[in-house]
């Protein structure tokens, strides 16, 4: 896939998971900076941890002031039209879906560019697509939805084993980046619309004290 290409969807990304940081800030009612914080952590803080850890510096959030833009503009569009934002969540969820396989794929890509074995291009992946989110729940004071039976990092992890796997029959780069993605995004949807969750903790304790 043409690095254009790619600069293109991941801006895109940062944009959408920029959007859902700032409508958390909305819900926890912060002030402005608040918000435009959530939006950057989210938009951005995902892709910073994966280049850190793979040791890819500058990281890709500075050396191209693109990204830190779009989650402030973002983050400010979103704290002006707060009211409009909060009716529409369904449209949030897709979104949120999309940008989850976008960056899963993106990790992913950047591990095997760096040179990464199958389990750190996995890891990458998944820490691009929910690294930004665990910063947010953290700041605004919430357990991490990745911690709480979501079906939310087991999608990505899914599609960046995926991703491991398809490499193998090097297959053309935009038909790897589709179909990991679409994977993540399509396992996310269908997850919230069948309700799918892991079982937790409290579940597991309610059922040994049934029997």
């Known amino acids: 896939m043409e690095p254009a290409v790619i600069q293109i969807l991941d801006l895109a990304g940062t944009c959408v998971f920029a959007v859902t940081g700032a409508v958390k800030g909305v819900r926890k009612h912060l002030d402005i900076f608040g918000v435009t914080v959530l939006a950057c952590c989210v938009g951005v803080g995902g892709g910073i941890i994966r280049d850190?850890?793979?040791?890819?510096?500058?990281?890709?959030?500075?050396?191209?002031?693109?990204?830190?833009?779009?989650?402030i503009v973002s983050g400010l569009v979103t704290f002006a039209t707060a009211k409009q934002w909060m009716r529409i969540r369904s449209f949030l969820q897709i979104?949120?879906?999309?940008?989850?396989?976008?960056?899963?794929?993106?990790?992913?890509?950047?591990a095997f560019e760096a040179g990464l074995g199958n389990t750190g291009i996995i890891l990458c992946g998944?820490?691009?697509?929910?690294?930004?989110?665990?910063?947010?729940?953290?700041?605004?004071?919430?357990?991490?939805?990745?911690?709480?039976?979501?079906?939310?990092?087991?999608?990505?992890?899914?599609?960046?084993?995926?991703?491991?796997?398809?490499?193998?029959?090097?297959?053309?780069?935009?038909?790897?980046?589709?179909?990991?993605?679409?994977?993540?995004?399509?396992?996310?949807?269908l997850a919230l619309h069948y309700n799918v969750q892991l079982p937790a903790a409290g579940y597991l304790t309610r059922r040994r004290r049934r029997r």
């Open 52 to 71: 850190t850890v793979i040791g890819r510096v500058p990281v890709s959030a500075l050396a191209n002031e693109n990204y830190i833009l779009v989650s």
């Open 95 to 110: 979104g949120d879906a999309a940008g989850l396989g976008i960056f899963t794929a993106l990790g992913a890509q950047r």
């Open 126 to 189: 998944v820490i691009t697509a929910i690294g930004g989110g665990i910063i947010r729940d953290v700041l605004s004071g919430t357990v991490p939805v990745v911690l709480r039976s979501d079906f939310y990092a087991t999608a990505s992890m899914i599609g960046a084993l995926i991703f491991c796997i398809l490499i193998k029959f090097s297959p053309p780069c935009s038909l790897l980046f589709i179909v990991s993605a679409g994977t993540v995004t399509l396992l996310r949807l």
